[in-house]
């Protein structure tokens, strides 16, 4: 058990012995609400900390699953067999949750068009929305007055009253905390944390991105509408003003002030924010100065909230398990290349034609180079085959087989994997977890959470098969080093090994040695040959002559969106409208 | 028939002020991509000065409107300095909380400097109705409708015509090349916020003899401007005055057939179904993205 795990689970203690030395339940009630929203804040953090989308709606997913259990609850308390057994409020609660859930859903599709500080306005707008409904939808939310009398929680016979009721949120609290860790800890985590970063680059290992951020914020508003279950049937009473657009920058503001994307922070923010008012004299009347002051001063002298403060970077991340590596050898051998074949290929962009009519075919297990001067539609090219761009017309073929690819996760998912001419990582994500994520595609067919055994052996194999692509690639010493920390030649080496990761049967590199220096053109030549040793088929674009004809087996050259050449790389140096696209007409005369 | 004119013509003239707020949002997004969160805070502002200045100041309306907006050109200024510019680095979006923390204190001091209690301000040229035919129209809806014209006029001109308005359009295209080519982006971020502000003053100033003065004034006027912004595209400025007035009308129809409670639900649903079919708005033109 680590230092932090140690002082969670004495807080924890604390938590649970304090009330017995605290008089009356007034700091009881606190509590709740600190737990309260804490749950709603840790829900908040995954969607805006670790998935990096804002959203300032959260009080209106929590007021889904507030309004939802209290009217459910409040038509099921009077049947004899509820009173009996309590079990409405637990119907409730999980209605609630699955309603906020629901509505979680609807706002990703908001999501999956605009990003950033547009989808925090949108969200904005739908709290604003369920706001209004509330307030005029009377003859179901009772309006502005709200609903009262909303049953307490109750088991059997027993009902809760704020003593009581103190431990059975605390305990939901430490399982929507939990709930938290581990979630960041999986594969989804991982996705998710990416995907703050770079979308392009996450579904280039062939995550599908929409169905991710769905899913961010249905487990998101989950949590949101849990927690408003719980205010529920500890107030007794709601109306629309305790879910007010304040209160949604009240918790994106304890997720901020407590420090986005750390596990703790939410918690700690929506305690702080919870109490400090408390302590305040006269805080109702100045409300706003001080929560548009606390943001200001938070984000001034805060930037990365009280975790950030209290974070040591790097030094805490422990090396974890060793032991694996001799477990389980790559197989790049099993991964037969596949041949690529362009049939008349076109795209154009309004009226540029970007690419006409391409056609060639690149060999199973062969090198194949793509060059071509600037603007000959090289980049192009590889966006068309990864799916990123539909073409205007030709096919596309697989060994042979005709492929309609969707989009970029979808050609990943065939094989087709690529890396990217201006280099795309996650940012802060070690050298370890970027592989990680490129073998999140394997580990059965997309993301489920598997059983705790057959996960901890999965990532092992995982862990493994991570640590030997990153040796392929001459990145061990960097394993545990966040990518933005990398030299820009290792960055180019990451994106590689990423890709490999995802066991591509057709590998693309898009001038992987743009801005090397010699001794790394050496090195990266070296890696090529190995994949192709296994088997592997790799098309090159590349600027550097000397590394194409060095390593290819045969060599396209583009230039304006056409093929004026096609064949080994020697034949293609002497020919004339290769040396004429590349120097001019004059040299070719000459 | 009557009825519909009458209800249409004020909507519109509503609709004017939305476009007058909804252009803030355009000009700062077209530099900076920076959204300032609280503008309808900024339209209260300008309105609770108006009323501050008219009414309890006597003085002129025609001298209280320079005033106005200068004096919210340069808070706007002050603003983009210490709550935008610092949180601009390194692609963050931290100035979405920056920006609406300014706001939250603009409501609070507010409050306190002037009370919570709605007052109202009397209209420039009264309040006898003018009739154009069967229908009737405020003076000083009259004078908004007229105004955002000019205003968007103007700033068309500006956008077009003037070196000024077409580094503007540069910048939006790429700061950075803009940058390189000499002109001067930092200062460029710098007056459209505060022009956003300066306009939102001015939508204040015009509004607020038809609402009352109030530190809760501007929150959904700032909302809906927003909803239009992105209807009509944040890059379109001509469309955002075309939706400004079509909203308008659109809204205050559906109150005075229907129920006032769906009005305001309805622009929202719009708007994420604009999202939805055409992201860059009706009027914006789309980027493809690039990988």
């Known amino acids: 058990m680590t230092a932090r795990g140690w002082l969670v689970g004495l807080a924890l203690a604390a938590l649970v012995l304090l009330p017995l030395f605290v008089q009356g339940t007034y700091y009881r009630f606190l509590g709740i609400v600190v737990f309260i929203y804490g749950i709603v804040a840790v829900g908040l953090n995954i969607l805006a900390g670790y998935a990096g989308q804002l959203s300032l709606g959260h009080a209106a997913l929590m007021a889904m699953g507030a309004y939802t259990t209290a009217i459910l609850t409040k038509a099921l308390a009077p049947v004899a067999f509820f009173a009996a057994t309590g079990l409405h409020i637990w119907l409730g609660v999980i209605a609630g949750t699955a309603v906020a859930a629901a509505f979680g859903a609807l706002l990703a599709f908001p999501a999956l068009r605009v990003r950033g500080p547009y989808l925090a306005m949108v969200t904005i707008a739908f709290g604003w929305v369920i706001f209004k409904v509330l307030q005029e939808w009377v003859s179901v939310t009772g309006g502005d007055l709200g609903l009262a009398s909303i049953p307490k929680a109750q088991i059997g016979l027993y009902i809760f009253d704020t003593q009581s009721f103190y431990y059975v949120v605390l305990a939901l609290f430490a399982v929507a905390f939990l709930l938290q860790q581990q979630l960041v800890g999986s594969q989804i985590g991982l996705a998710i944390r990416a995907m703050k970063h770079s979308e392009i680059a996450v579904s280039s290992v062939g995550i599908n991105v929409h169905r991710l951020k769905v899913l961010v914020f249905v487990i998101s508003a989950a949590f949101a509408g849990f927690g408003g279950t719980l205010f529920a049937h500890q107030q007794n009473y709601i109306s629309p003003d305790n879910f007010q657009f304040f209160s949604s920058v009240f918790f994106l503001l304890a997720v901020l002030f407590g420090g986005a994307g750390t596990l703790l922070g939410p918690v700690i923010g929506a305690a702080v924010l919870t109490l400090l008012p408390e302590m305040l004299h006269d805080f109702e009347k100045f409300r706003l100065i001080v929560y548009g002051g606390f943001i200001l001063v938070t984000l001034y002298f805060l930037p990365n909230g009280v975790m950030g403060l209290l974070e040591r970077r790097g030094a805490a991340r422990a090396d974890s398990g060793s032991a694996a590596r001799d477990a389980v050898q790559p197989d790049f051998a099993a991964t037969a290349g596949a041949s690529l074949e362009l049939d008349n290929v076109s795209k154009s962009f309004g009226g540029l034609q970007a690419l006409r009519d391409v056609s060639f075919r690149v060999a199973p297990g062969s090198i194949h180079a793509l060059i071509g001067p600037n603007g000959a539609g090289k980049t192009t090219l590889i966006n068309v085959v990864t799916g990123f761009y539909r073409t205007d017309g030709g096919a596309i073929l697989i060994d042979g087989q005709a492929a309609n690819i969707a989009s970029m996760h979808d050609a990943a998912r065939r094989g087709i994997v690529r890396t990217f001419q201006t280099i795309k990582l996650f940012g802060d994500m070690t050298v370890l977890e970027h592989v990680l994520i490129g073998l999140a595609c394997h580990s059965g067919a997309g993301f489920r959470l598997p059983g705790r055994v057959q996960a901890r052996e999965q990532a092992a194999r995982n862990l493994a098969a991570a640590r030997e692509l990153i040796a392929l690639v001459g990145l061990s010493r960097f394993e545990q080093t966040p990518s933005s920390a990398l030299a820009y030649g290792h960055r180019r080496l990451l994106e590689i090994a990423r890709a490999l990761a995802v066991r591509p049967k057709v590998l693309l590199l898009d001038e992987p040695a743009a801005g090397l220096i010699a001794e790394e053109i050496a090195s990266l030549a070296e890696i090529i040959r190995k994949l192709r040793a296994a088997g592997m088929t790799v098309l090159l674009i590349e600027h550097h002559i000397d590394l194409v004809v060095s390593i290819s087996d045969r060599v396209t050259v583009l230039d304006y969106g056409a093929v004026i050449a096609d064949g080994p790389p020697a034949a293609v140096q002497r020919d004339e409208r290769v040396i004429a696209a590349y120097l001019g007409p004059f040299h070719a005369l000459a | ?291």
């Open chain 2, 1 to 291: 028939m009557y009825f519909f004119l009458q209800i249409a013509t004020s909507g519109i003239a509503t609709g004017a002020i939305y476009g007058l707020i909804a252009v803030g949002y355009s000009l700062t997004f077209m530099t900076t991509k920076v959204l300032n969160f609280a503008l309808g805070m900024w339209v209260m502002l300008g309105g609770m000065l108006t009323y501050s200045l008219i009414v309890l100041h006597g003085i002129h309306p025609l001298i209280v409107l320079p005033m106005v907006v200068a004096a919210l050109f340069l808070l706007g200024l002050a603003a983009e300095r210490f709550t935008v510019l610092p949180f601009l680095r390194a692609g963050s979006d931290v100035w979405v909380m920056s920006t609406l923390a300014v706001g939250l204190l603009m409501i609070d001091l507010s409050e306190i400097v002037w009370g919570r209690s709605p007052t109202p301000v009397p209209p420039v040229l009264g309040k006898e109705p003018i009739y154009l035919g069967e229908v009737s129209i405020l003076p000083q809806q009259l004078i908004i409708i007229a105004a955002a014209c000019i205003t968007f006029l103007a700033l068309d001109l500006f956008y077009r015509r003037t070196l000024t308005g077409k580094a503007f359009r540069a910048v939006a295209h790429s700061g950075d090349v803009s940058g390189l080519m000499g002109i001067n982006t930092r200062r460029l971020q710098a007056v459209s916020y505060a022009a956003a502000a300066a306009l939102a003053g001015f939508a204040g100033f015009l509004v607020v003899p038809l609402t009352l003065a109030e530190p809760q004034l501007g929150t959904v006027l700032g909302l809906k401007a927003f909803a239009i912004a992105i209807i009509a595209g944040l890059a379109a400025p001509r469309g955002i005055l075309v939706c400004g007035l079509g909203y308008g009308a659109l809204e205050a129809l559906i109150s005075g057939y229907f129920y006032t409670g769906i009005r305001d639900i309805l622009g929202f649903l719009l708007m994420i179904l604009a999202l939805f079919l055409k992201p860059e708005g009706l009027f914006g033109r789309g980027v493809e993205e690039r990988a």
